[in-house]
């Protein structure tokens, strides 16, 4: 192990369980009362600090933290001299604009209004980018209760659901501004890179299994290719022999996405005896 790493973790909002969740499936300690600020890993040489997820940048930015995992919409909206170096395929949020009547509305209207929003240095550069000329208001959140409050004309926001749009009666319009999800983050322009890796390494392996299922199958020998390209695996699968001629038996991970519809396809074929099971944990 390399020097002690020092991580920051979402204390609270929609990405503290889940990024907690993913790293206890990746080996590590977490924390067991939610008020905890710190929780020391000295088996995996690793320090988690538990904080607002929008000052994550700021800590990792300032080199006082070596990585940290926030929301991509965060890190920008930070400008701070952070990159992005793994998505984490949960938190997963488009950040829009919207207004009362919003389908009918452009990108261009919003020239001359307020626009809301709790990020508002991703809005402004956004805004710049696309020469419109608005007023941005920054809030702190709650930001679909500004318009029908008389505070703004639009909205910019993040939208999961669109439940929370929908309730107070506001409409997305424009292309979308940004596609975020929870990533992990380091120092910009850093030549230490080499004492992340185990924790990529990690991270990378839940990302896998937690996408990937084992499949296993029996085929008649003589089937096999029409099999493999059912299920080529990562290198390919491994065949082994069977003990009952003609026949072999063929294990290869597939999309757990995809595992239902390739165990109809291989049964179409003539594979029997499909089996398939959660994988624990990977290198790859
Ligand atoms: N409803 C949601 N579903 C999924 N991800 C979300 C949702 N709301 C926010 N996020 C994402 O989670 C990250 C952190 O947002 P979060 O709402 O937890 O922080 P916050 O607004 O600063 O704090 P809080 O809401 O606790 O006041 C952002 O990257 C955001 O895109
Ligand atoms: O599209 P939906 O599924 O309805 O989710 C989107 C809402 O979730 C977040 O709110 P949060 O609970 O974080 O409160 P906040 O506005 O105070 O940040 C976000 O800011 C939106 O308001
Ligand atoms: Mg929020």
Redesign the pocket.
């Known amino acids: 192990m390399p020097d002690q790493l020092r991580i920051a973790v ?1 204390n ?4 503290a369980e889940p990024a907690s969740a993913m790293l206890r499936e990746a080996g590590y300690r977490q924390r067991k009362d939610s008020r905890d600020l710190v929780l020391i890993d000295p088996e995996n040489g690793t320090e988690f600090f538990f904080l ?3 000052d994550i940048a700021v800590y990792v930015g300032e080199g006082i933290l070596q990585a940290g995992i ?5 890190l920008l909206d930070s400008g701070a001299p952070v990159e992005e170096v793994l998505p984490l395929g949960f ?3 488009t950040f829009r604009f919207a207004a009362p009547g919003g389908g009918a509305m452009t990108l261009a209207d919003l020239d001359g209004k307020r626009v809301a929003t ?1 990020l508002a240095g991703l809005l402004r550069g956004y805004l710049a980018e696309h020469g419109v000329d608005a007023r941005v208001m920054q809030l ?2 709650a930001v679909e209760s500004s318009v029908q409050l008389g505070v703004a004309d639009a909205v910019a926001d ?1 939208v ?2 669109g439940t929370t749009l929908r309730q107070a009666g506001l409409e997305t319009f424009g292309e979308p501004i940004l596609e ?1 999800e ?1 990533v992990v983050i380091r120092q910009r322009d850093t030549a230490e890179t080499a004492e992340l890796e185990p924790l990529l390494r990690r991270l990378r392996g839940v990302l896998v299994a937690r996408d990937y299922v084992m499949m296993d199958y029996d085929m008649r020998a003589e089937r096999l290719d029409d099999a493999v390209a059912l299920t080529p695996g990562m290198e390919g699968p491994t065949v082994s022999p069977l003990h009952r001629e003609g026949w072999v038996a063929v294990r290869a991970m597939v999309p757990r996405s995809a595992a239902q519809r390739i165990m109809d396809d291989l049964w179409a074929i003539g594979a029997r005896a499909i089996l398939v099971t959660d994988i624990y944990a990977c290198r790859l």
Request: aromatic share 0%; no cysteine; hydrophobic share 15%.
């Open positions: 979402p609270k909002g929609q990405l607002r997820p929008r926030t929301g991509r919409d965060m938190g997963g949020s709790s702190d959140g993040v999961s659901t975020s929870a």
